[in-house]
Nanobody, 120 residues
């Protein structure tokens, strides 16, 4: 069984900061790319940021310079540091991980989602 548990969401004022965490546990051989997606009401889910096992990162244009994705491989945890938050960042944020269950079998896992609300 593999589970991703997210934490760190909440309500923050415009310009404030939040740090999201997502920890993977269970029958894991290795974790490849981990990332964060978000979905606002009435909008499609979008990739916010991702990070490979070796630490190569990618951030959506809308969050570059404000958000930073990182990971701690020893803890099987990915983080999203969110600074200079804007009301348009309000969404449910979902953790995603591409996990090798065996050396040849990889599949996607998703966290339960955590609400981030930025007040104007």
């Amino acid at each position: 069984q593999v589970h991703l548990v997210e934490s760190g969401g909440g309500l923050v004022q415009t310009g404030g900061s939040l740090r999201l965490s997502c920890a993977a546990s269970g029958s894991i051989f290795s974790i490849n790319t981990m990332g964060w997606y978000r979905q606002a009401p009435g909008k499609q889910r979008e990739l916010v940021a991702s990070i490979t096992r070796s630490g190569s990162t990618n951030h959506a244009d809308s969050v570059k310079g404000r958000f930073t994705v990182s990971r701690d491989n020893a803890k099987n945890t990915v983080y999203l540091q969110m600074n200079s938050l804007k009301p348009e960042d309000t969404a449910v944020y979902y953790c995603n991980a591409k996990i090798l269950i065996t050396i040849v079998y990889e599949r996607d896992y998703w966290g339960q989602g955590t609400q981030v609300t930025v007040s104007s």
